[in-house]
């Protein structure tokens, strides 16, 4: 679990046949986004991942001693068995966190332009909500339905309702002609919208442009899509620009890169 990048903060307690969940070291304080189920017999094997990044990783144990071909049979059945404890966890929390979703959405008001992160940020409230303190986004996948939310403090911090779908899932701003913008998060998806008046599609990270971008071409096969990256230069490897690359090529799309003072792009 280490070496795939999926430490754990703390060193689960496993059960037999059963999926735990745990914290990997990086995510916020207070997630589970890491899963493992492990079965010890005959010879131990295990799958593990993020509900976060939608990895998954199989391991066995190795052994000098040679498997019988029964044994091997029982440990192909183990991790298929292993694998469906793992849907089945994963699509009752995804139903729950939906359901909750929408619960809490139902219950928000509307948020206003005076929100402290849309002031800081310079831009409205294009349909967002408020719930105590925080911004409410919706996320949806292509056909409209709602799975979960992003909740953004008047300090900046952001966080996801625990649990719920974030791949290919976005928020829509404006509605598309022949053109759509697709950015990291809500502030830079605002601030396209309100300089360009072009549709923008929200993914929240860089990992999401491509899952997003993939289900926006499949519901608009012919509208130009442009993703907007965001120009990490000064971190190594350049994640969002690097991201944004992919997801244009994978749909045919274009690519935008902010220029920075000086002619740098990354």
Known sequence: ??????????????????????????????????WVVLHRHPEPVGIFGSWKTGESHAWRMTSDRPMSPEDRARQRA?????QKVRAEAESQMRADS???AE?????????????????????????????????VIPLRSADG???????????????FLTGGRVVG????IGRPSDSLLLAEGYATAATLFAATGMATAACFNCGNLEPVARALRAKFPRLRLV????????????????????????????????????????
Request: aromatic share 8%; net charge positive; proline share 6%.
């Open 145 to 159: 339905e709602l799975h979960t939310l992003q909740f953004i403090g008047p300090d900046g911090e952001k966080r």
């Open 103 to 135: 619960r809490l959405w139902n219950v928000a008001r509307p948020a206003s332009n005076d929100h402290p992160y849309l002031k800081a940020k310079q831009v409205p409230a294009y349909g967002l909500r408020l719930l105590r303190e925080s911004l």
């Open 98 to 100: 939906k359901a909750r």
């Open 227 to 266: 993703v907007v990256a965001d120009n990490d230069a000064f971190t190594e490897g350049n994640p969002g620009l690097t991201k944004a690359r992919a997801a244009a090529r994978a749909v045919g799309g274009f690519l935008a890169v902010p220029q920075f003072k000086g002619g740098h792009r990354g």
């Open 169 to 172: 899932c976005y928020f829509a």
């Open 78 to 82: 183990q991790i298929l068995q292993a």
């Open 1 to 34: 679990m280490c070496a795939a990048g999926l430490e754990p903060v703390k060193l689960p307690e496993l059960y037999d046949g059963q999926l735990v969940r745990f914290r990997v070291a990086g995510d916020k304080s207070g997630s589970r986004n890491g």
